[in-house]
C-alpha cells in the first residue's frame, strides 16, 4: 500500500497539519527517551523538525536522527526530499537507526 504522497507544489492553501506517530528503535529510542510520539505536521520534514525541537540541546538525537533509515508505514522515505513527502493523520514514521553490521 503506497502511504507516502507527494506534496503538491502549487498548492494556494497550506495543507492542515496531520497527527502522525514517530516510532523510535533501538539507539533513536535511547537518544529520544521515548518509544514513540505523536506529533503534528503536513510533511516528513515538519514532524522531524518538530521531534529536533522538542530536544533543542541533544547532540546525542540529533545526531542518530540524521544517521537514521525512515520509513512512512512500509515505504522507505530516507532518500527522498523529506519537505515533498506528505503525511496524513494516523501516518507512523519508523525511524531506524544503522544496526551493527550495516
Known amino acids: 500500500m503506497e502511504r507516502a504522497r507527494p506534496v503538491q507544489p502549487n ?48 547532540v546525542r538525537f540529533a545526531h542518530v536522527l540524521s544517521m537514521s533509515s525512515l520509513l512512512l508505514g512500509d515505504r522507505p522515505v530516507s532518500t527522498l526530499d523529506h519537505d515533498t513527502v506528505a503525511v496524513i493523520d494516523g501516518d507512523v514514521i519508523e525511524v531506524l537507526p544503522p544496526f551493527a553490521g550495516g
Open 11 to 58: 498548492r494556494e492553501t497550506a495543507p492542515s497539519p496531520s497527527r502522525v506517530t514517530v516510532r523510535y528503535w533501538a539507539a533513536a529510542r535511547s537518544a529520544a527517551g521515548v518509544i514513540e510520539e505523536q506529533l503534528s505536521g503536513s510533511t516528513v520534514s515538519e514532524i522531524l523538525q518538530q521531534a529536533r525541537a522538542a530536544r533543542p540541546d541533544n
